[in-house]
């Protein structure tokens, strides 16, 4: 089995989220594990799991379905993208090896390109240059300047461009603050991210949400079992006391391995979302036990 998690950068329309939702479900075999918008990130996370074919042809699908209904050039949100399917990522589940999802990035790239002419850059493991392993080195206003690893032109008028990659499991963390200071919640992701000094396997940046009216640190964590996850939690509130502020609760995006909740169990606690049915493998049991 692999796992696709693709992000597209709609999250303020339900009925278009709603669509992609319903045209990546309606491929056979693929368990459509969850989904969940954000209007101020203005982007929605969607998270599937299946044989290795029907997961390509998922994200395809998903893919087209966003060119269809997404105008990219009048897309705002405080999350940066590049794409209407903006980031499209295989991740080996199982028995499946890396390898598995290096080449099903490669072929949904090549259907993307093929089907919708969208042009693909691709990421992490399935980078073709060493340039492009790191995703936000790619994920640019003017990308790298360099073209595109499928097609022939930079970006589509409409659908920009997207990101296809492989890697292992990533688990998306965010954590609201008591403040509306966007630059606090900027001091605090610089604080902890790896790119500054921070924690290894650490990727974070600082944001006003106008929905919830406060700052938030949203956090990508690309190794938990490399990563003190207790200690990022435990800085973050330490630092946010330093500025005058608090804490008050964290937010899981998506799904995250049982492994990674058995390590840190009260890391993911502190989520207001939590539930069992975040763990991946409690999800996928579930959705086997209704069909």
């Not at 997404?70 to 903006?86: E, K, M, T």
């Not at 240059?129 to 640019?140: A, F, H, T």
Request: with cysteine.
């Amino acid at each position: 089995m692999l796992e696709c998690v693709p992000n597209f950068s709609e999250g303020r329309n339900p009925e278009i989220v709603r669509a992609i939702a319903d045209t990546i479900e309606q491929t056979p075999e693929l368990l459509l594990l969850g989904w969940e918008s954000d209007p101020d990130h203005n982007r929605s996370v969607m998270t599937f799991a299946g044989p290795p074919n029907a997961v390509v042809e998922a994200a395809v699908r998903g893919a087209g379905k966003a060119a269809q209904l997404i105008d990219l050039s009048a897309h705002q949100g405080v999350h940066p993208r590049v794409g209407a399917a903006d980031v499209i990522p295989f991740v080996p589940l199982g028995e499946s090896a890396m390898e598995d999802a290096v080449k099903a990035a490669h072929q949904a790239g090549e259907e993307i390109w093929r089907r919708y002419g969208i042009p693909v850059y691709f990421y992490e493991h399935a980078a073709r240059s060493v340039g492009r392993k790191r995703l936000e080195k790619v994920r640019r206003k003017e990308f790298d300047g360099a073209p595109p690893d499928v097609g022939n032109l930079i970006e589509h008028p409409k659908a920009g461009a997207s990101m296809v990659g492989a890697r292992g499991f990533l688990i998306a963390y965010n954590v609201q603050l008591a403040t509306r200071d966007a630059a606090v919640a900027q001091a605090i992701a610089r604080k902890i991210r790896e790119s500054s000094g921070g924690f290894p396997h650490v990727k974070a940046m600082g944001l006003y949400l106008a929905s919830r009216d406060c700052a938030q640190v949203s956090m990508n964590l690309t190794n938990f079992e490399q990563t003190p996850l207790d200690r990022v939690w435990e800085t973050i509130a330490a630092e946010a006391r330093n500025h005058g502020t608090e804490a008050t609760a964290g937010e899981i995006i998506g799904f995250i391995p049982r492994r990674a909740f058995e390590m840190a169990p009260e890391f993911f606690r502190r989520a207001e979302n939590f539930s069992e049915s975040r763990i991946l493998e409690a999800r996928i049991a579930e959705l086997l036990r209704s069909k």
